[in-house]
Every structure is written in structure tokens, then in C-alpha cells.
């Protein structure tokens, strides 16, 4: 069930570019698609489709990039029976036990353990393993995170801390836990 539909555009500011995603978030999946212009590291144009079973985990993620010089294509699934990845057909058992995809230098991707805990509404920390796609080459990588709850304002707005190994950014998050700034990487203007 549709509870909402959303339409974030972020300017970029590490790629110099723009995204533009057209969301429906239920109660306990979402589903997204989208279309990215950057212009670092390389100009490159990207489009996805994004897509989570319940309980906001993902179940596909399909993803096409064009750079000057090739096309790349992406489908990530995750089988929700044996909860086994595959990368364009083919098994990922160093994906098991991730429940998420991060798309690279995209603020979407960082909602559903958002949405999964309610770490938008309440403390809480938690670890993930992440299939990780690096753009614009699409290569997926098996990536460590933490996400942990900072506060909470009375306007439904919450910070949460993300972080990846020495990295960490402290995100501002809307009421339904969406992106609406990512320091130093994007910032939401619509």
C-alpha cells in the first residue's frame, strides 16, 4: 500500500550535478526511480530503478550509466525466500546477510535502515553490510556502515551519523526519513 508519493530533487555537490528520484513510500516498502546528471569524477548520466520487499529491504536494484565512452547496466537482486544476492544473474555469497544497497553518491539509498529502525524517530545504533555500487562503473562491493540516531527536532526532522570505515557524515533527515542534507555530499532543493 502507497502511503505517500514524493518527488526530492538533491544537488550534488561532490559530482557537481543533480538527482531527481520520484518516490512511493508505504508503510514498509518503497520504490523508486530515477535519473541522475553528474559531471565529476566524469560527465556521466544514470538512471535507476529501485525497489524494497517489506520491511524496507531491497529486493532489486536496476541501474544504467552512460560516460563517454560506455553503457554500464546493473541488476542487483536479493532473493527474499534465501535472502542470496546475485549481480546480473550471477550469485553473490559475499553479499550474505546484507538487507540494503547503497548506490553510490545517491542520498536515496540511505533511507530504508532509516525506515527499517525508526532511527528518524528514536535512539539506536546499528551495523549493516551493504551491497555497495560504486558508480559510474556499477561495481558492486560488499561495504560496512553504521548508522546511529543523534536527535530529533520538534519539527519531525532528525540527524542521523553515517559512517563507513574512517568516514562519517551526520545527515539531516525529514519526517519520513529522507535526505534532506548530506554534508558534503547533497543537498535537497525541492
Known sequence: ??????????RNVETAGLETSWIDLGTTT????????AAKPIPYWLTYEFETAEDFVTRRMHVTANTPEATHTLDLQRDEATGAWSVNGAPRPDLDGALDCDLGLSPLTNTPPVL?????RAPGEHHFLMAWIRVP???????RQTY???????DGQA???????????DLL??????????PGLAHRIV
Not at 500500500?1 to 538533491?10: A, D, F, G, H, R
Not at 562503473?137 to 561495504?143: D, G, W
Not at 533527515?173 to 548530506?182: F, I, R
Open 1 to 10: 500500500m502507497i502511503t505517500s508519493t514524493t518527488v526530492p530533487t538533491w
Open 30 to 37: 518503497l520504490a523508486a526511480r530515477g535519473r541522475v546528471a
Open 116 to 120: 527499517r529502525h525508526a532511527l528518524h
Open 137 to 143: 562503473e556499477l561495481l558492486v562491493i560488499p561495504s
Open 148 to 154: 546511529t540516531h543523534l536527535a530529533t527536532s520538534n
Open 159 to 169: 540527524t542521523v551519523r553515517y559512517a563507513s570505515g574512517d568516514y562519517h557524515a
Open 173 to 182: 533527515l525529514d519526517a519520513d526519513g529522507l535526505v534532506v542534507d548530506y
